[in-house]
């Protein structure tokens, strides 16, 4: 069923088989790594659920051009990612290369620690391709140095940025005869229009106005006001103000103003009065019963609703909205994409041959193998069409959706390599689409945050203070939204507690792992 | 009414309320089974837009006939059958003779054997020892690593002990008079002597064993040899991976949460089956195991 392999890698299978014979041996040859071929092996277990197998299309291709098979050692069956990796670790047998995602903290401490080793001067060596990339992306290279100046691990370097964007019903709109909101002073009268005048046109006032499948990203309407949420793709991060300066939103007066707006609006019935409990089914829900009226989510998978729901809601119609502006005047969509994953891999203490393993790496990063780990096989998943990779109908009409079908095959999984947005844009649904082009345009979406690599001295410190404030904080913030308490009469208590909980000493410990990193 | 009624108003009263109550307590374990069982034959879009509440909702069985034809599905049932079979016979091929010899007051050292057995319900060593000790013993990837490793527990041991402990020494002296050894006392007058014990401490072995997902995930490697459970949370692992492009199943007649809901149906008819026929013996043998002479 869901795990079974796809009519599309048999046939990759097949074809791996017997291809690797009609390739030219001029061809073949300038990617080869090794004289004679290699055998490494790599743990690899990502998203809960993947471990890497020699026998994906994609591995099968990055063997014919280098050389080097890699063995995956990984349990197959595994479900906890993070388990198995520190079970491997324990274990003491490392094997050569380990990879999987969320793993930027785990390599970057071992790896001051010994377990992997330094890439800094073999990538300048052997590594031109990684090299140059580098060299035009400075800031990247800084965002993957550990904190004593090594890089440890190649990291997955995703493309694109749009994520999320505001979804609003057109249909209602235009029912109602109104405009799609362009500040958030109209965005409040729509949203009143919405919950009194019965859009959906069942006699009832049971319209919910604004919801959302994470509370956080009702919090994160407070972007509107100016204020921010967080700086990278994860919630409640910091960000960083001007080019410089460390900062968490929940300090900020904008931000204080942010939740008595949204404080009203969750009183006035604009916002689900569920929020905080309806979880991940609230998209389904909402629109599926014809109740929602605007959310804030993903570009891609919002924008689906209009087909899964056009026959049961006749005139359906969701559309992206621009960010309404802030009373400055500001458009501003807080969630993007990070240009670093805290994904990869990384070479360890053990490995047999280092200088194979970084060509093998640095493979992945020339044009061929960063076309086969975005898109899969050549002739089989894709042609190349006017100088672009474009997928085959097969795989773009295939029931499953397109990124899943290249997990399965080994594509577009956390290792190190540079995603090409292409690969995405191809499938994307047009309505998001055209969502996505208004808001990169218009350059809407602001520079996110790529965080920072603590020493141990400043790590202490942070995970002493750190989960304590921002469980105040968190608690703070509901307590505000749902109306138990008043955000002006507790602001200069809030931030008096948050200063006695230790904030300054998280913000300098940051700040200084912020400045050796970027500066 | 007749006039010689039995009951007084209160009585009667108390008896109303304990229906009321004890059907309070059966519905709310009941429900689950009912949800479930609706939810794996409505649509995966009646489910997931929370219409399904009681009775299922556009029925179709789309999602059985995903689960039903899927290979890993019918061998991880295969070997979920196996592992719980074999699992059981092991413990009870370890459990038995080990509560005798516990049980008998000549075995020297008896005390200190107990102690140990017993300390472990409290103290162990934890994940990762366990783990390097299996991996040491060479237990990891391997079906006989998982029946042999978790084969015995000492809450097992001790039940059983303290059965055996209670019947009445009369019983030994008149089997030892008849030239019974250890091995026939055992097996002739013991076991048949304590069978609700032995079922309930096989019951418990059947039900953790069934049950098991833990090690099994951390132990096994390969597919072949994962047990059900292993499989289902893979499941429910896709189904939560959601956001960005999970929309496109909204549209197909199953959804990741009508499959899961189908696997839990199709697991649990063994132990649905098996249970009531063990049921008796588990509550007779609890009691019995607890009381000492």
Redesign the interface.
Known sequence: ????ILPSTAIALALAATSGASVAAGDDDKYKVTDKPLELSIHMHF???YAWDENWPVAEEYEKYTGVRLKGVA??????SQ??F??ML??GNLPDIVGGNSLKDSFIQYGMEGAFLPLNDMIDTYAPNIKAYFEKNPDIKKAITAPDGNIYHMAYFPDGQAARAYYIRQDWLSKLGLEQPETVDELYEVLKAFRDRDPNGNGKQDEVPAFFRHWEEMIRMVTLWDARTTGTDSYHQFYIEGHDKVKHGYVDETYRTGIRNLAKWYKEGLIDKEVFTRG??A???LL??NLGGMTHD?F???A??N??LKETIPGFDWIPMAPPASPSGVRMEENGRTTVKPDGWALTYSNKDPIASIKYMDFIFTEKGRNIANFGVEGVHWNMVDGKPTYTQEVLTD???V??QMWSIGAQIPIGFRQDYNYEWQWTNEIAAKGIELYTDNNYIIEQFNGVSMTVAERLVYDKYWPGILTYMLEAQQRWILGSADVDEEWDNYIARIKKLGYDKVLKAYQSAYDRQYK | MSDFNLYSRGDKIFGYANMFLIALFVLSTLYPFIYIAAASISSGFAVSSGQVVFFPKDITFAAYDKVLSDVVFWKSYANTFFYTIFGTLVSLAIIIPGSYALSRPQLIGRRYFNFFIAFTMWFNAGMIPFFLNLRDLDLLDSRFGILIAFACTAFNIILLRNFFEAIPKSFEEAARMDGAGDFSLLWKVFIPLSKPAIVTVALFCIVARWNGYFWAMILLREEDKIPLQVYLKRIIIEANMDDEFASTLLSSSYSFETIVAAIIVVSIIPVLLVYPYLQKHFNKGIMMGGVKE
């Open positions: 069923m869901i795990n079974k998203r809960n659920k349990s197959k069956i595994g479900t906890n388990e198995l520190n079970l324990v274990s991940s089914k998209r389904e829900y599926g019963n993903w891609a998978s919002t689906g609703y087909d899964s029931s499953q959706p990124n899943s």
